[in-house]
């Protein structure tokens, strides 16, 4: 804090050395290195909690896929021999398309809040949206877990996309920001590495009741929401911090002059007049200019479409290849083995891109010269 207010003198002192100007400005300099070289551990810090976020993010998409929380209907076998109706396929007697309803409902609130949470980023503090995200996705996991309908489950998933709106798009600028600038793809890379590992880790809920499942993913969550609240607000570059904005605020209202080394110095900043309401609809107006920049934008088109098609390639493996292996190939074992092959492969990839784009230099067409030898790769693969 005393870092921030200090930078805001610093532009305008100057003075000979040894003069009362130059020792504060020498003052400001000291306090920045002490804040960077404080907070270098808790960039780390920050990753290490992110991750753990999106472990339990994705392990909440495995469980739901999983053939112990979803189950099947009751079937019969060629000599007449039932199976009993197990998990939520079974609880709530639902079809494969119905079925396929429940796994995708998240996607809703997913694709709606995104966008207006990284909008609402340049007016609230994002951390402190990371919270608000988090409690309604533990509140609605929780919600999954005593669900009494189809229609009520679907409900609850589609705010569980919601909650995760707010982290998805948050997290990754965050730790952007934060990594050393010769290990932002590896930081990244590690972050991305827990997308498969808790795709695969929430293959275990075969273990547990469906109910079970759901109410445990909370319970673990539920530290992380608060953290949200208690934590000291981190603030995202370009950004305008919450802070300097009350700092200014006051310094406006009390029309204040300071004074160094004789020179007196009026520090004049725009007041923070609007109120939440009407920053809220200046959010979405500038969502929709934003919308039409980054369409625009090549790259970042063709990033959407690829990750587009990579995810839809992966969910439909995640979330039907256990229930096939199951039911088709009478595997036994088909959670922990498609388990044991997403865990090993997601994390061997993610972290062998990042350093491979560390390596030769984290830029566009050099991540787009890994792509192509991705894509080529995979292409081989499903030709087996």
């Known amino acids: 804090h005393k870092a921030s207010r200090c930078l805001l003198l610093c532009p305008n002192i100057s003075g000979q050395a040894g003069t009362p100007a130059a020792k504060v400005k020498e003052l400001c300099i000291s306090l920045l290195h002490h804040y960077l070289h404080q907070n270098s551990f808790s960039f780390f810090r920050l990753l290490v909690i992110f991750c753990i976020i999106n472990l339990l993010n994705y392990m909440d998409r495995g469980a739901i896929a999983s053939n112990g929380v979803n189950g099947?209907?009751?079937s019969y076998d060629d000599k007449g021999k039932?199976?009993?109706?197990?998990?939520?396929?079974?609880?709530f007697n639902l079809s494969n398309f119905e079925d396929g309803m429940?796994?995708?409902?998240f996607m809703v609130g997913l694709l709606i809040a995104s966008p207006i949470f990284a909008s609402l980023a340049k007016s609230f503090n994002p951390f402190r949206l990371i919270g608000v995200g988090l409690t309604v996705w533990t509140i609605t996991v929780l919600g999954c877990g005593s669900s009494f309908a189809f229609s009520f489950i679907v409900l609850c998933r589609m705010f569980v996309g919601v909650g995760e709106a707010s982290f998805i798009s948050l997290a990754a600028p965050f730790i952007d920001d934060n990594a050393p600038h010769k290990q932002k793809a590896v930081w990244l890379g590690v972050f991305y590495m827990c997308i498969p590992s808790g795709v695969a880790l929430g293959y275990v809920g075969k273990h547990f009741s469906w109910r079970y499942a759901f109410w445990g993913e909370a319970v673990l969550m539920a530290p992380f929401a608060v953290l949200g609240f208690l934590?000291?607000?981190l603030q995202l570059k370009g950004f305008p911090s919450t802070d300097s904005i009350k700092m200014a605020s006051s310094v406006g209202k009390n029309n204040k002059h300071l004074q160094a080394g004789g020179n007196e110095i009026e520090v004049s900043i725009e007041t923070y007049k609007s109120s939440y309401k009407n920053v809220v609809s200046k959010s979405f107006t500038q969502f929709g200019k934003d919308m039409k920049v980054l369409c625009k934008e090549k790259v970042f088109v063709v990033n959407v479409l690829g990750y587009v098609s990579y995810n839809?390639?992966?969910?439909?493996y995640s979330y039907w290849g256990p229930k096939a292996g199951y039911n088709i190939y009478k595997m036994k074992n088909a959670d922990m083995i498609f388990g044991a092959v997403t865990i090993i492969c997601g994390v061997i990839g993610s972290l062998s891109g990042g350093l491979i784009l560390d390596s030769v230099t984290a830029t566009i067409p050099n991540a787009f010269k890994v792509e192509r030898r991705k894509a080529f790769f995979s292409l081989l693969a499903f030709g087996f």
């Open 102 to 105: 429940l796994s995708s409902s």
């Open 231 to 233: 934590m000291k607000p």
């Open 82 to 91: 039932c199976s009993p109706a197990t998990g939520i396929q079974g609880h």
């Open 312 to 316: 839809f390639v992966i969910g439909a």
């Open 72 to 74: 099947s209907t009751r």
